[in-house]
């Protein structure tokens, strides 16, 4: 069983979700994205739960500190093993979320998530971080500066693009958790990704977690695109 791969379940009820986790049986680490949990709130939780998956609630949080510090707090309730929050909410919103993470656990008694910075979505090119987002330093120098800010304000790990997860990695350090989306298999296509390495790549610069979304689940047969995801890996871990 592979650990190191967390599968996004990125369907639109929660039936075809069901499916998908039965269909997959061998996949134990689930990401539970903003199309699913806005269709079936925390009902997809209790499922995976219910069947000793772990879980990454990938909400991407983005707002201001009393807010995300309200979010957080619930979210610590479902025990969920990781959350996400965008690094670019700033300081004061990611302080506010480590501490209310914190706090309810310690109320509950739940073991709390490891809350995850995204740095820069791995959709996001050079040219539109330069032109569109009007960021006037280059793209590595940015998604290290939002890695070092989440550290600093005591989140657990950061999401990064596999081309930028070996300079994180020597940045913060070896107990920072390192999640990448943006992976494709050789023979996966890329789709609305823009900085991808294959999975063995991306664990060799250092990823804790890979995350793979639709090589696997948009699969022809999902089963053989894990298994093939999984040998390939299988030299590197
Ligand atoms: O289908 P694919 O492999 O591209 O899925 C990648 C998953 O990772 C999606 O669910 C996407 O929301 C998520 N993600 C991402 N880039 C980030 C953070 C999360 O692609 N920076």
């Not at 599968?7 to 699913?36: N, R, Y």
């Amino acid at each position: 069983m592979n650990t190191k791969i967390i599968v996004a379940l990125d369907v639109p009820t929660l039936e075809e979700a069901i499916a998908l986790v039965e269909k997959l049986d061998e996949v134990s680490f689930w990401k539970v994205g903003l199309e699913l949990f806005v269709s079936t709130g925390p009902k997809i939780l209790e499922e995976l739960k219910s069947r000793s998956k772990r879980i990454f609630l990938d909400l991407k949080f983005h707002d201001i500190p009393n807010t995300i510090a309200g979010a957080c707090r619930v979210a610590a309730l479902f025990g969920v093993d990781l959350l996400t929050i965008h690094a670019v909410s700033g300081r004061d919103t990611l302080k506010a979320a480590t501490e209310a993470i914190q706090a309810g656990s310690a109320s509950s008694g739940i073991k709390p998530p490891k809350l995850i910075a995204v740095s820069l979505l791995t959709s996001i090119s050079s040219r539109q971080l330069a032109i569109d987002l009007k960021i006037p330093i280059e793209l590595p120098e940015y998604v290290l500066e939002m890695a070092l800010m989440a550290q600093e304000m005591g989140l657990d790990g950061a999401v990064c693009s596999p081309q930028e997860v070996a300079q994180l990695r020597d940045s913060c350090g070896s107990d920072f958790l390192l999640v990448c989306p943006g992976v494709r298999p050789t023979w996966a296509a890329i789709g609305d990704q823009k900085r991808v390495f294959t999975p063995a790549q991306a664990l060799k610069a250092g990823a804790d977690y890979l995350v793979i979304g639709r090589p696997i689940t948009a699969s022809a047969d999902p089963q053989l695109a894990w298994k093939k995801v999984c040998d390939e890996i299988a030299a590197v871990v």
